[in-house]
């Protein structure tokens, strides 16, 4: 193990198994801003839980697990399942209207990560909400029995980087379904990076110093890479994305795509005119489509 000290940023490294170095705490000021952001959204999401709809009262189970927690939601008791992961500023009552159109098709398992909703405030990071996450399938096929090959990862936004890096990891799913999902972080709008009201507010003259030094530019990317981690799924992969998403950009979703095509595993992409970054009315109705599809007895 290494530790250094530049310009009072801690960095610390290890060589893994297979020689390979990674970065703990790296020297990017960047990830100072988007550690920070990434819990202040977790605590933040306690904040607007809403009440059982109408349409789902009586569905809804609540699981706990350790840190974590779920909505088991299987009015049907269908073999079949969604593991749903939701976006970084979310919890999981904020998705109902796409429960109810999805538990049309199968069972939906909506994790709530360490941290978010009404669990306990926990300090959040990509491996340990990847932690969550394996969780989460260990209790669908553990404790309920479901077979992987029934189970399809539905991932939005940051939850879309996170369902990446589980597909990758899990050949045996079903399917995979990405919605505005974030690509890599310098794919990510300006707009949001730069606007504390709207984002993550990190000053442009920090960002421009890590652009310049590619080293650091390649540290900021390290985090929620969906580019690269898909280049190891080998599940059918679906994704939507609106042109006027103020969040996540065309160009990261078109390299995804690309890279998606590469691996012979896109089947399906949808390019909304509108709709901007959240899961509105249209792309329920997508969503619920491209799932019916990959559920389909034909």
Known sequence: MKISNI????QTSHINHKGGIKSLNVINPISHYLDRYFNKMAKASANHIETVSPKLAGSVRFVRMNKTSAWDIN?????????????????????????EALVE??????????????NSFAKVSEDRLGEDVEQAYNYLTGKKQIKPENITVV?????????SKFASKHPDLKAMVLISPITKMSYLG??????QNLGVGIPER????????????????FRFNSINKIKKVSVPTYIIQSKNDSVTSKDGTRTLIKAAKRRGILKEFKYLPYGGHKVDSNKISVVSDMVGKIYSKK
């Open 155 to 163: 991932g939005h936004s940051m939850g879309g980087a996170l369902a």
């Open 206 to 221: 920090i960002q421009n110093l890590t652009e310049r030094l590619r080293p650091l530019g390649k540290l900021f990317d």
């Open 190 to 195: 300006k707009k949001f990076m730069h606007n």
């Open 75 to 99: 009015p049907k008791a269908s073999k079949n399942y969604i593991l749903f992961l939701h976006g970084m500023s979310q919890n999981v009552s904020n998705y109902q209207r796409l429960y």
């Open 105 to 118: 098709h199968t069972g939906v398992f909506a994790l709530e990560y360490r941290g978010y909703g009404l």
């Open 7 to 10: 310009n009072g940023y801690t």
